[in-house]
């Protein structure tokens, strides 16, 4: 399968980038094709500029062009993974800022007519999407406002997707407070959960069955 992780942390000594790393080797050992898009390493513009919203609608394939290296390697990918830290209750501005300029008309959905109560989605070919993320909250708190961010990509975008679409959420709140043993753990499941990416669920419940009986 091919597998697009997109990565968005500015320190490459973080632990943001060693959860990258957990899950792009697992990935490439499950035998999928990876690739990576680094968005700060890249430095991409994530500000959708005035130009660009005078041509969003009139001029799409302007706008496409801008970012046709980003919008190929979406259109080619069977399984997405965003890995970032969960920052005010979302994702990094310049992976949101990637979604705005990537994520474009004709690229992720078609626009709502009159006749249609919401955007068709454009995605078809994103048959599986993770998220690994940390936060500093947690989980507590997360659920009491209702994880905006989490309602945002698993929700709200998932919608883009495949409609059989398996969604994996992987989370380890309360970041600013865990202890060593605490962030081998969670590096550890990110390596598990993403050495089975793309399995069907049966198959994967069929196989922890197993381990635990073992």
């Not at 999407?129 to 975008?157: E, H, K, N, Q």
């Not at 969604?167 to 380890?172: D, G, S």
Request: glycine residues 6%.
């Amino acid at each position: 399968m091919r597998v697009l992780i997109v990565f968005a942390h500015p320190c490459r000594e973080s632990y943001g980038a060693a959860l990258l790393a957990a899950a792009r080797e697992s990935l490439l050992r499950a035998g999928h094709k990876v690739e990576v898009i680094d968005l700060y390493a890249e430095n991409f513009d994530p500000v959708l500029s005035a130009e660009d919203w005078a041509d969003y609608i009139p001029d799409t394939d302007r706008l496409i062009a801008r970012v046709a290296p980003h919008v190929a390697a979406l259109r080619r990918a069977e399984g997405l993974v965003f890995v970032y830290p969960t920052w005010m209750y979302g994702p990094p501005a310049i992976l949101k800022g990637w979604m705005e300029r990537v994520w474009l008309p004709g690229v992720a959905f078609e626009v709502a007519s009159a006749t249609k109560m919401r955007a068709t989605g454009r995605l078809q070919n994103i048959r599986h999407f993770a998220v690994i993320t940390t936060s500093g909250s947690p989980w507590w708190w997360l659920r009491l406002i209702r994880d905006p961010g989490r309602s945002m990509l698993a929700r709200g975008y998932r919608v883009l997707f495949h409609p059989r679409c398996r969604v994996t959420w992987l989370q380890l709140h309360d970041m600013n407070h865990r202890k060593p043993r605490d962030l081998k753990a969670f590096l550890a499941k990110v390596g598990t959960r993403m050495s089975r990416f793309g399995e069907p669920a049966t198959q994967r419940k069929s196989d922890e069955r197993r381990t635990s009986e073992a």
